[in-house]
Nanobody, 127 residues
Framework: QLQLVESGGGSVQPGGSLKLSCTAS????????VAWFRQGPGKEREAVSS???????YIATTVMGRFTISRDTVKNTVYLQMNNMRPEDTAVYYC?????????????????????WGQGTQVTVSS
């Protein structure tokens, strides 16, 4: 059972940067596929980025070139570095993970692929 905890959210001006962290308090993330999703006000939840257990990374076109996902296996943490942020990036950001026993093939952008979810962290981009 993975318990995911996000941190690093906050308020930033357009053009600014934030780095989100996702940590598993009860188990290891090393063998899990992990993703970041977000849900803005009045919007559907959307996939932002994912890193597979093999280290493959996937990124949504809306954030490509601005956001980067990475994993620190020693710290058991997955990060989302967000640069050149825009007001439309305002959302609650969620970390999600697939169980280690899951098939290594997955549709990274589909929320139903993920078994575990964090509580979310608010990100606000405003001048």
């Amino acid at each position: 059972q993975l318990q995911l905890v996000e941190s690093g959210g906050g308020s930033v001006q357009p053009g600014g940067s934030l780095k989100l962290s996702c940590t598993a308090s009860s188990s290891s993330l090393v063998n899990s596929d992990v993703a970041w999703f977000r849900q803005g006000p009045g919007k559907e939840r959307e996939a932002v980025s994912s890193i597979s257990r093999r280290g493959n990374t996937y990124i949504a076109t809306t954030v490509m070139g601005r956001f980067t996902i990475s994993r620190d296996t020693v710290k058991n943490t997955v990060y989302l570095q967000m640069n050149n942020m825009r007001p439309e990036d305002t959302a609650v950001y969620y970390c999600a993970a697939r169980g280690a026993e899951s098939s290594p093939r997955y549709l990274w952008g589909m929320a139903v692929e993920y078994d575990y979810w964090g509580q979310g962290t608010q990100v606000t981009v405003s001048s």
